[in-house]
């Protein structure tokens, strides 16, 4: 097989020429990110495998690396427990400089968990399906590819599966997330209201994340007492999720993550077809998810589809830019007025428009705080997707261009000002360079 970087330069033979030195200087940071194994999302503040970072960088890698797409997701699955369970975080062996370490998680305690390597004991959003399937999409060696996806495919239909048995009360596929940080988004204002009923734990801990990034940037120490406070508690049960659901003070079923899963049980489908195996399992799955998110997410009153306490029985508050990355299980003209709400803004000198992650005029919006307003390139390129998805195409296209446009100016950041488009977080970021290239590829 050609090498990565030659597969790269033919597809980009067919990219306009302006774009073409975004797409290298994607590719030079995920290299820089790479650690020999796994891609790391920055080496400095995240030094260790995430598990929706991973799908995401493989995405990217699937368009001219090949054996490093399938590498990304071996090395995550390395992490996969007995039970199924695919970790958030899969740490990368004696790294230090990130908190909470193996050793507070102590993951040891579950009797499902690996002894190698160490892991965290919660979950990430499902985006590992679509993943599979964009590295069969896009091979170079698309008999390599199969057969590799073919190899991966029990393992995430694993995963699926413990989602569905394990993280959903009702049984009817509706999933739940009992901590922020297994939302993906661990600041949104989604969280306030929950959050704020979870007791700070007592315990005396460092954070490790202020040594290298702004305050202003980040999380604040009372989400973090909160979110130390729920690892205490699931760690006390042992990581045992039947125990965990029974009294967890954190229950929430998210939008995005339901969505997400939806979608990845259609790509699984699409990549079993394509090894030769039977696809119904995992259409049903997406199927039976998608109606307990009609069912059950959806507010008649805002008609969109908004995060639901578990435990209060509320609906909870969902930026608009959540809500809409449900796009895919509307129609495209209930989509389509979702959109006209968003909020989504011009990007500042350039071409295009961007979303931002809770809408400007949103009371909670703040433009650098992490989920609480900056542009992040994960969700808008999520929304792209559904949005071509339901073959709303001009409105994809505006998005498209719009990150391109940011992403040029601004370089490759965790997260971006809505206005002015400076970028914020951690600079070469892995997730912002792999999408970026999936982006340019698809144009
Ligand atoms: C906690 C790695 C991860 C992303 C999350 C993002 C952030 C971790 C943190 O970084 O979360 O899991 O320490 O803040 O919120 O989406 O996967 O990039």
């Not at 307003?373 to 559904?386: A, M």
């Amino acid at each position: 097989m050609a090498a990565a970087h030659d597969i790269l330069e033919e597809r980009l033979s067919a990219v306009d020429p302006t774009w073409r030195d975004l797409a290298r200087e994607a590719a030079a940071v995920l290299d820089g990110n790479f650690d020999g194994a796994m891609t790391r999302p920055s080496p400095v503040l995240y030094p260790h495998q995430w598990s929706w970072d991973a799908a995401f960088v493989a995405i990217g890698y699937a368009r001219f690396d090949q054996a490093r797409a399938i590498g990304e997701l071996e090395t995550l699955l390395r992490g996969q427990w007995a039970d199924g369970l695919v970790p958030h975080i899969v740490f990368a062996n004696g790294v230090d400089g990130y908190f909470p370490e193996p050793a507070v998680w102590e993951t040891v305690r579950s009797v499902a968990a690996p002894s190698f390597p160490a892991t965290s004991g919660i979950v990430q959003p499902p985006v590992h399906g679509s993943a599979l399937r964009a590295i069969v999409d896009h091979a170079a060696d698309r008999p390599g590819a199969v057969a590799a996806a073919a190899r991966l495919l029990p393992r995430v239909a694993r995963w699926h599966r413990f989602l569905v048995e394990r993280h959903s009360r009702a049984g009817d596929g509706l999933l739940e997330i009992w901590h922020p940080w297994e939302s993906g988004m661990d600041n949104s204002p989604i969280w306030d209201d929950p959050l704020a009923a979870v007791a700070p734990t007592t315990t005396r801990y460092r954070r490790k994340d202020l040594a290298v990034a702004s305050e202003e940037e980040r999380p604040g120490d009372a989400d973090y007492d909160r979110y130390v406070a729920l690892l205490e508690h699931f760690r006390d049960r042992a990581w045992h999720p039947r125990t965990i659901i029974a009294d967890t003070p954190f229950a929430v079923a998210d939008v995005l993550f339901n969505a997400l899963f939806v979608r990845s049980c259609q790509d699984l489908a699409v990549v079993a077809e394509a090894a030769g195996e039977d696809p119904t399992p995992y259409l049903a799955d997406a199927r039976r998810t998608s109606t307990a998110m009609r069912r059950r997410l959806h507010d008649p009153d805002t008609g969109t589809f908004r995060d639901l306490d578990l435990r209060t029985g509320r609906f909870l508050a969902t930026p608009a830019a959540v809500a809409a990355l449900a796009v895919e299980i509307t129609d495209a003209p209930v989509t389509d007025r979702l959109v006209e709400r968003l909020g989504v803004t011009a990007v500042p000198a350039g071409d295009g428009a961007v979303l931002p992650s809770v809408a400007v005029d949103d009371p909670a919006f703040h433009p650098t705080r992490y989920w609480r307003g900056p542009v992040w390139i994960n969700l808008n390129w999520l929304l792209w997707r559904g949005l071509r998805a339901v073959g709303l195409t001009d409105r994809a296209e505006e998005l498209r261009r719009g990150i391109l446009h940011l992403a040029c100016r601004a370089g490759f950041y965790e997260h971006y000002h809505p206005s002015t488009g400076k970028g914020h977080g951690a600079p070469r970021f892995a997730w912002s360079a792999a999408l970026v290239i999936d982006l340019l590829l698809a144009g």
